[in-house]
């Protein structure tokens, strides 16, 4: 019954994985991933770690692939054409290197079913919340303090990036809500008729390089 | 697979489909309910005709529904655009399987059955999980029509969903730190004692709000509605979808504030426990059970009702002032409750 239930998920998701891949629409792609996800999550909970697949579900096929999706939705990224394969000579390169790959797993799967360590039941306290939060807040205290310091890095970071007056390349694309001005308002060296832009983000920033009080108040109605 | 399995396997079946039938009936007639309570709160009378007091309408809905012509767009991405309902109808009926909906009660010639469908250690956990993948149904739907209102719509809704789960989410970390477990079944057991007053909501009452008012905006509805407002975007992300596949959505959007509410009834409000219900007849009791589960009912119902009179009062957010109000008030206030409660938690004991 258990073995059954693995072939199920397990085949899931090494379908989706391959769809992922093959797959021309972006959109599809990304829901193939999905798809990878939520299976690994159901052979988690098969492994005994209700915990880890409640919050693979949450955090990854809930919130990272959601913004993955943002990105694919609002920059219209486009299909994939059929390109002209222009590498032939890696496809024999390709099966070498595959058959290699999975000499190895047989080789470690046959190695491990042969050892005299027996591996643990499938019924186990590692995988409950209660082990978990404990673990977290004792045993990996440190390193649970330091990711969290990562995580705000990022944030920090990523507003950071996203706040500079930059000038938009060629063929880039601009976040709803900015405004597009023309380059010579932000440096009076550049001539007029340089149609390059920059983005600016928000309405005080245009006033103050423009010199202009700013009295716009959005939580007035114009 | 001997007998006992087997038995328990069938007894599932036959739970899940109960549980599937209720909650399909409450739904359909809170659809009614909601057209007849708005309509008193506006001064009118509501849908009336069909059968006594209006109640054949959902049947009528249903029919209309069913027969009505189904017009797909035509550059639209076929497979997202049926796969998108489904989605969010499947994640709004998932999480229905962990709501205990009474006590163990004992029915005859079955044997003491505790009355949910599944317990399990992470059901808090499982709940927010789903929740978060009904977002997926909302987005691809906007995506998939082909339409920039649609698009706009479905943008909309999902930033709106994806700000509000982080407050809703953080609310429900202060009763986690009072029951000490993500098992919904113990802590519907935890609010027992006190003939009442241990009901969360009064240990609770912040987060109980912040719970409320982040649960509104995750289900779409009034005042937080703008992504469907009829006179914003046209009907937002679901402007593309006819006869059927709309129901689903309608469907989806209503279970959602059904399942909602039942988080609520079970965190907050102590889930099957009534007042006085233990003195008078007993724990495992038939009468027990049958009281437990009409007083969730009850509270339930309480909630639906509180939705519908929120929607028939408070005129809507514009978009700038919901995010604002989702990022920098209700997280940072949902942050301060937890650290009050964990405070309490330590010093109290």
Known sequence: MLVLLFILFAGLAIGCAIAVVAQRNPLYCAISLIGVFVSLACLYVMLAAPFIAAVQVIVYAGAIMVLVVFVIMLLNVEQEERRRSRLGFLVPVAVVLAAILIAEATFIIWFVDRSPVKPLSNVSDTGLTSSIGSALFTKYLLPFEITSILLLMAIVGAMT?????????????????????????????????????????????????????????????D | MDWATILDIVLKFVAITIAFTVVLLIVAYTVLAERRVLAFIQGRLGPNRVGYGGMLQPFADLLKFILKEDIVPDKSTRFIYFLA?????????????????????????????????????????????????????????????????????????????????????????????????????????????????????????????????????????????????????????????????????????????????????????????????????????????????????????????????????????????????????????????????????????
Do not use: C
């Not at chain 1, 010579?184 to 005080?204: C, E, K």
């Open chain 2, 85 to 349: 309902p489904v989605i969010a109808t499947m994640a709004a009926l998932m999480t229905m399987i962990v709501y205990p909906f009474g006590p163990e009660t004992y029915i005859p010639f079955i044997g003491t059955i505790p009355l949910s469908i599944a317990r399990f250690d992470v059901a808090l956990l499982y709940v927010l999980g789903v929740t978060s993948v009904g977002v997926y149904g909302i987005m691809l739907a906007g995506w998939s029509s082909n339409n920039k209102y649609s698009l706009m719509g479905g943008l909309r809704s999902s930033a709106q969903m994806i700000s509000y789960e982080l407050a809703l989410g953080l609310s429900l970390i202060g009763v986690i730190l009072l029951a000490g477990t993500l098992d919904l079944q113990k802590i519907v057991e935890m609010q027992s004692s006190w003939h009442g007053f241990r009901w969360f909501i009064f240990l609770q009452p912040l987060g109980f709000v912040i719970y409320l008012i982040a649960a509104i905006a995750e289900t779409n509805r009034v005042p937080f509605d703008l992504p469907e407002a009829e006179t914003e975007l046209v009907a937002g992300f679901h402007t593309e979808y006819s006869a059927m596949k709309f129901a689903l959505f309608f469907l989806a959007e209503y279970i959602n504030m059904f399942t909602v509410s039942m988080l609520a009834t079970t965190l907050f409000l102590g889930g099957w426990n009534v007042p006085f219900a233990e003195d008078l007849f007993g724990r495992g009791t038939f009468l027990f059970g049958l009281v437990g589960v009409i007083g969730f009912l009850l509270k339930v119902i309480f909630f639906l009702f509180l939705y519908i009179w929120l929607r028939g009062t408070l005129p809507r957010f514009r978009f700038d002032q919901l995010m604002n109000f989702g990022w920098k008030f209700l997280l940072p206030v949902a942050l301060l409750n937890i650290f009050l409660t964990a405070t309490l938690v330590i010093l109290l004991t």
């Open chain 1, 161 to 221: 990036l996203a706040r500079r007056i930059k000038e938009i390349p060629p063929g880039g694309a601009v976040v709803p809500g900015a405004q597009v001005l023309p380059l010579h308002m932000f440096d009076p060296t550049i001539a007029l008729d340089d149609t390059r832009a920059v983005a600016a983000h928000g309405s005080n920033e245009v006033a103050e390089v423009m010199g202009v009080p700013d009295d716009h108040d959005p939580t007035k109605r």
